[in-house]
């Protein structure tokens, strides 16, 4: 009896369990079944989007700017050709400005010294002959001692020629010490002038040593009117010839040194004329001539250096060491050239838009109209974005050099190109 019921009871649990395993799988078969579902729809509609997306993006070409017969209107758009005009041809070059050998001044003491003053400071202007530094040496103490003590010799020198010549003349005297006294005099005159020269070289007048002023400081003047530049020394410290004390410029007249590449060179001739932009003065333009030609190339960068004169400095406020960048004028010839409302820079390139003609597309009642009604077209004038190279610019036109080949006849935005650059820009921007 004992036995039936024990294996009665393992029956049961056999059916517990095994109904345990029945619901279980049926609950995962469930939930699989809703994710495949759930991954489908999910699957389907990023594929839709994608789709649209695509096609969205297919209908809208890249460098293609579309508007209405209005927008022409309203933004003055206007259509041309590109034209022949005779436009200056330049030769681009760049380079610094810089005065004449004869405009630099460097400032030093003829004699050794220590500087005992100095008059002038960095930036000042001074004129020529103007004291900028005094300096002492003892040295010109015993100069003028030398010149005090060379006048009293020669009082007693030419008196002694005197009498020699005196006693020649009578035959009283010797011939060779008549000799002797004349060239003792000659030399000593030869002495004092030499002396003389010295102490006026060093700015002293022999006439004070003269009355008993001698003179223990002396100036150092300005060589050039100008403006000083950097002063190397200052006071208490010793100064020679081979020791430069400032620097003075005179920028009445301003040249430019160009670097012109070996390709262009053969172009410039002297008495062309020149157009500069100073870059540190927000592209202002000032003019000149080709003056001179180096005929020695630079083999490190293929390029001679072309100096020009700049016209009117006065007024320009300019410093020698300004870079500049110069168009040189070569001479007029005949170019593809368009209108400067023609052209637009965007990302350092320049671009141009070619008219493609027109087209009629269906239009939507409203925004959320699924389908157009064919009913209801609207036209659209196309171009197409084209970059070109640039040359000259000179009487409203900009030369221009195209990187494709344009059938003749060819029309352009001659007017308006900016407003079409932008309204694909707003595009792109609608699309992010």
């Known amino acids: 009896m004992r036995q039936h019921n024990n294996d009665h009871n393992l029956s049961g649990k056999r059916f517990q369990i095994k109904q345990f395993i029945i619901r279980t799988a049926f609950v995962l078969y469930i939930i699989t079944a809703a994710m495949s579902f759930s991954s489908c729809g999910n699957s389907k509609t990023k594929t839709t989007e994608e789709t649209e997306t695509k096609t969205d993006s297919t209908q809208r070409e890249e460098g293609i700017a579309e508007v209405t017969p209005e927008q022409m209107k309203a933004v003055d758009i206007q259509l ?11 030769v681009k070059a760049s380079g610094q400005l810089t005065v004449p050998p004869q405009n630099r001044a460097v400032v030093n003491a003829l004699v050794g010294g220590v500087i005992r003053r100095i008059n002038v400071i960095e930036g000042q202007q001074v004129r020529k ?6 300096i002492e040496n003892p040295d010109f103490i015993r100069l003028q001692q030398d010149y005090l003590t060379s006048r009293d010799n020669i009082v007693y020198l030419a008196q002694e020629y005197e009498r020699q010549r005196l006693l ?20 000593e005159q030869s002495k004092l002038r030499t002396l003389e020269a010295q102490l006026r070289q060093i700015h002293i007048n022999p006439s004070q040593v003269r009355r008993g002023n001698l003179i223990t400081q002396v100036p150092v003047l300005a060589p050039i009117s ?35 590449f070996e390709r262009d060179i053969t172009k410039v001739r002297t008495g062309q004329a020149v157009n500069f932009v100073l870059t540190n003065q927000g592209g202002k333009q000032i003019s000149g001539k ?25 007024p320009l406020n300019l410093i020698a060491g300004q870079y500049v960048t110069a168009l040189i004028e070569t001479g007029k010839q005949s170019v593809q050239a368009v209108p400067k409302d023609a052209v637009v ?23 959320d109209d699924k389908e157009a009604d064919t009913k209801m077209v609207q036209e659209k004038y196309r171009f197409k974005m084209m970059e070109v190279i640039t040359g000259v610019e000179e009487l409203g036109y900009v030369e221009i050099r195209l990187i494709e080949e344009l059938k003749p006849g060819t029309k352009v935005a001659t007017k308006g190109a900016f407003y079409l650059y932008s309204s694909m820009q707003s595009i792109e921007t609608d699309d992010l």
């Open 290 to 314: 080709v003056y001179g030609i180096n005929k020695t190339l630079d083999t490190s960068v293929r390029a001679a250096r072309v100096h020009a004169k700049i016209n009117n400095v006065a």
């Open 80 to 90: 041309g050709s590109i034209e022949q005009q005779n436009l200056s041809s330049v």
């Open 129 to 134: 002959g103007k004291t900028v530094v005094v």
């Open 168 to 187: 020649k003349e009578a035959d009283a005297g010797i011939g060779k010490v008549y000799q002797q006294a004349s060239a003792n005099y000659a030399a």
């Open 226 to 260: 100008g403006t000083v530049g950097k002063i190397n020394l200052s006071v208490g410290t010793y100064t020679d010839a081979s020791s430069p004390i400032m620097e003075i410029v005179n920028n009445s007249t301003i040249y430019c040194d160009l670097q012109v």
């Open 345 to 367: 820079n965007a990302n350092d390139k320049t671009y141009i838009f070619v008219f493609e003609g027109t087209e009629k597309e269906p239009v939507k009642k409203n925004a």
